[in-house]
């Protein structure tokens, strides 16, 4: 029962965005390079839900990692069911989606060899999303709804090590492939289109529109190489609060940023790294990003 | 001659992301499920674990004959606390005897130096008539 529960949970997620990532140290757009391995010593695999209120996504995740060396996998299901309030708060513009991906790594103890990292695991996480949007190019064309399928393949690596026997440093590193899409730099635009007008002498005149949430300006795909890493401080004497500093980065032509932030996560009762909330702050180009999460964990 | 033993070792404690058990370099099962191994009288074991925090842990481990799983010839609870290093690791030797006595914790001063110091080595063929062997009844002077 223990075990059938997690899973009947990630199935029975409405709308359930899945980004495979089983960690709840998400900035506002939903990502992270930590994969986190189970807090529960006698239950080797992890479920978990997060809600992202910045991008009003979900996320849920299974990860199996081997007690000991050996294989461990992982799948994820994610989704963000509408747009809207979320965009006008936290002041962004992804759009609907939905997708899958799945993990799968070794758990080694590679990095013991250097003498400071304690643990360590290197996964390949495949995600697939499919979305779809309303753009609206210029006023000489009509609104189209563009779909969109994007694969993604990152390699993480996450290990921890002691930091003076004051805290432990959780860290996360991740680089990959990916198709993207520009919506994140298009408009948010209500689409209003005319179905119906009141006939001549009806009065008052009217006029029926359909009002479409959608985005303005001139949309493109390209391929991305983004790249992540996350150190998370867990501090001894307070392990209940972590505090993450991260950076998000595209490293390809057409959309290269780095972002940077920190974010500050509260954990369960001798429970560091299930994860209940956090909020998190950053920087993309110039501009401040708030990011709102939420964590259940099985 | 290695005889086949049915070894259980349960070991709890929370947020331990790596837990290793060897005997005689065979890997353990530590959940409790029963692992089937062919082991010598005395051999070496292993524990190993890791957590990013300073963690309580407690191993249970019973060693019972796979002819006849009533008879334990080791029986151990081992508790300590993965220090802040976040590396913990054992080693010794175990002997097996199937006069091994009932299973006693261990206080955390007595964990990681040894758990041979309840054991005593069966006599086998080769040492039950010599002299000086712990276990080996002295002859009677006539």
């Known amino acids: 029962m223990r075990r059938t529960m997690p899973l009947l949970l990630i199935f029975l997620v409405p709308a359930a965005n899945v980004i495979g990532q089983t960690s709840a140290y998400q900035t506002s757009d939903s990502t992270s390079s930590i994969l986190i391995y189970n807090p529960d010593q006698n239950n080797p695999s992890t479920a978990n839900v997060v809600f992202n209120v910045a991008s009003t996504e979900f996320t849920a995740g299974y990860l199996h990692l081997a007690p000991a060396e050996g294989w461990s996998w992982g799948f994820g299901v994610f989704g963000k069911p509408s747009t809207g309030l979320s965009n006008q708060i936290f002041q962004t513009s992804a759009g609907d989606k939905i997708g899958g991906s799945i993990t799968f790594g070794y758990h080694s103890l590679a990095g013991q060899a250097n003498g400071w990292m304690v643990d360590d695991w290197l996964m390949l996480q495949l995600t697939y999303t499919h979305s779809a949007a309303e753009i609206i190019t210029d006023a000489s064309s009509p609104a189209q709804k563009r779909t969109f399928d994007g694969p993604k393949a990152l390699l993480l690596y996450n290990f921890y090590a002691p930091a003076r026997n004051a805290a432990t440093i959780l860290f996360g590193f991740a680089g990959g492939m990916a198709k993207s899409n520009n919506i994140d730099a298009l408009t948010p635009v209500t689409i209003n289109s005319p179905l119906l007008q009141s006939a001549v002498g009806v009065t008052p005149s009217f006029t029926v529109v359909k009002s479409v949430n959608g985005y303005s300006g001139l949309y493109r795909t390209y391929t991305s190489a983004p790249i992540y890493t996350d150190a998370v401080v867990i501090p001894r004497k307070l392990e209940w609060t972590t505090l993450d500093f991260f950076t998000r980065s595209d490293v390809a032509a057409f959309n290269r940023y780095i972002e940077g932030g920190i974010g500050l996560f509260i954990a369960a009762p001798n429970m560091p790294t299930k994860v209940l909330g956090g909020i998190t702050w950053s920087w993309k180009n110039g501009k401040p990003m708030l990011g709102i999460v939420a964590g259940w964990a099985f | ?142």
């Open chain 2, 1 to 142: 001659m290695p005889n086949e033993y049915d070894v259980t070792a349960t070991l709890t404690g929370q947020a331990i992301s790596y837990r290793k058990l060897t005997l005689n370099g065979e890997n353990v099962d530590l959940l409790g499920a029963g692992t089937r191994l062919a082991l010598p009288d005395t051999f070496t074991g292993k524990l190993e674990l890791k957590s990013p925090y300073t963690r309580k842990w407690t191993l249970e481990l019973e060693i019972t004959t796979t002819s006849d799983p009533q008879t334990t010839v080791f029986k151990k609870t081992m508790t300590g606390t993965i220090p802040n290093n976040l590396d913990y690791r054992w080693s010794d030797q175990i002997t097996l005897s199937s006069s091994q006595p009932p299973a006693a914790p261990v206080g955390p001063r007595m964990l990681g130096m040894t758990i041979t110091a309840i054991q005593v080595p069966r006599p086998t063929k080769k040492t039950a008539g010599r002299k000086n062997v712990r276990g080996a009844q002295k002859p009677k002077r006539t």
